[in-house]
């Protein structure tokens, strides 16, 4: 079993940035990928940015080029540094994780971007 706790969701107006982070427990092995989806309202849960423990990243196109996934791999840990924030970006953003070919999620945090 694989813990998440994500830290970093709240409110911000549009244009600033915030940062997101994801710190994994339990029992870990081969946690690859880690990343992050978001779901907003009456919407499906969609792909943001996710990197594995090489560093290689799949971003969605909605976010590329304003937001950055980075991990440490010594500590479990995966980050979501989000800038140029627009009110679209309004979600529930989830940490997620990939061990052993079983899917792991956080409990979602809140990201608020007002117009």
């Known amino acids: 079993q694989v813990h998440l706790v994500e830290s970093g969701g709240g409110l911000v107006q549009a244009g600033g940035s915030l940062r997101l982070s994801c710190a994994a427990s339990?029992?870990?092995?081969?946690?690859?990928?880690m990343g992050w989806y978001r779901q907003a309202p009456a919407k499906q849960r969609e792909l943001v940015a996710t990197?594995?423990?090489?560093?290689?990243?799949n971003v969605a196109d909605s976010v590329k080029g304003r937001f950055t996934v980075s991990r440490d791999n010594a500590k479990n840990t995966v980050f979501l540094q989000m800038n140029s924030l627009k009110p679209e970006d309004t979600a529930v953003y989830y940490c997620?994780?990939?061990?052993?070919?079983?899917?792991?999620w956080g409990q979602g945090t809140p990201v608020t971007v007002s117009s």
């Open positions: 990197i594995t423990s090489g560093g290689r990243t």
């Open positions: 339990g029992n870990i092995f081969n946690i690859n990928p």
């Open positions: 997620y994780a990939n061990s052993n070919w079983i899917a792991y």
